[in-house]
Nanobody, 121 residues
Framework: QVQLVESGGGLVQAGGSLRLSCAAS????????LGWFRQAPGKEREIVAA????????YYADSVKGRFTISRDDAKNTMYLQMNGLKPEDTGVYYC??????????????WGQGTQVTVSS
C-alpha cells in the first residue's frame, strides 16, 4: 500500500487554470503507468488522463483533450496535470493512481484523498 498525495486544487472561474500535482513515497513512478481521475458530484469516477511514465505515452479523455496536459518530473518523482480553459463541468475531486492495465486504464485499489477542483461560472 502506497500513499498517493494529490495537491493543487482550488476554486477558479471558468476559463482559469490550475496545475495539480501527484507524489508518492516508497517507490518511484519510473517503471509504471499512472492516471488522473475525477469524480464529479453525483457521477462515477472517470479517467481524465494517463501517462506511461518511462516512454512518455499519454492518453486524454475526449472531454479534456486540448485543454489538459499530463506530465512528469523524474527528479521530483511527481506527476502533474495542467488544466487550462477550465469549465464548470470540470468540477470534482481529482485523484491520481497507478494503472494495472494500460489499455483498459484500470486503476489500483489504493486511493488517496484527492484534491478538490471547483470551477465557477
Amino acid at each position: 500500500q502506497v500513499q498517493l498525495v494529490e495537491s493543487g486544487g482550488g476554486l477558479v472561474q471558468a476559463g482559469g487554470s490550475l496545475r495539480l500535482s501527484c507524489a508518492a513515497s516508497g517507490r518511484t513512478f519510473s517503471s509504471y503507468f499512472l492516471g488522473w481521475f475525477r469524480q464529479a458530484p453525483g457521477k462515477e469516477r472517470e479517467i481524465v488522463a494517463a501517462i506511461w511514465w518511462s516512454f512518455g505515452l499519454t492518453y486524454y479523455a475526449d472531454s479534456v483533450k486540448g485543454r489538459f496536459t499530463i506530465s512528469r518530473d523524474d527528479a521530483k518523482n511527481t506527476m502533474y496535470l495542467q488544466m487550462n480553459g477550465l469549465k464548470p463541468e470540470d468540477t470534482g475531486v481529482y485523484y491520481c493512481n497507478f494503472l494495472n492495465n494500460w489499455n483498459a486504464k484500470k486503476p489500483y485499489d489504493y486511493w488517496g484523498q484527492g484534491t478538490q477542483v471547483t470551477v465557477s461560472s
